[in-house]
């Protein structure tokens, strides 16, 4: 059973920055590293569905960025710590939302429905 767990979300000002984290648990004991995933992240703000951020590609690197996030927020993979990253500078009130880490070894793309392992989010707030 594939574990997700998230930190590093809180409260920041517009313009500034935040690092996510994503430690995932649970595979290496069947023989897998965390590049056998394709691992995503996304998230979900207050009455809107939940979307995806940027996800990077088990197959061959491939790195998505949704088009609000372009620029400013770049995702890395630590493959010896297990550990996924979600780097987001410049902040806007815009980015508020609980923030998920997914993961999935058959998917391909950032689309919710191709994920089957979830963290159970980190809150980010960017208010003044």
């Known amino acids: 059973q594939v574990q997700l767990v998230e930190s590093g979300g809180g409260l920041v000002q517009p313009g500034g920055s935040l690092r996510l984290s994503c430690a995932a648990s649970?595979?290496?004991?069947?023989?897998?590293?965390?590049?056998?995933?394709?691992i995503g992240w996304f998230r979900q703000a207050p009455g809107k569905e939940r979307e995806g951020v940027s996800c990077?590609?088990?197959?061959?690197?491939?790195?998505y960025y949704a088009d609000s996030v372009k620029g400013r927020f770049a995702i890395s993979r630590d493959n010896a710590k297990n550990t996924v990253y979600l780097q987001m500078n410049s902040l806007k009130p815009e980015d508020t939302a609980v923030y998920y880490c997914?993961?999935?070894?058959?998917?391909?793309?950032?689309?919710?429905?191709?994920?089957?392992?979830w963290g159970q989010g980190t809150r980010v707030t960017v208010s003044s």
């Open positions: 997914a993961a999935d070894p058959l998917a391909s793309g950032c689309s919710v429905s191709g994920y089957g392992y």
């Open positions: 649970g595979f290496t004991a069947f023989g897998f590293t965390l590049d056998y995933f394709t």
């Open positions: 990077i590609s088990s197959s061959d690197g491939s790195v």
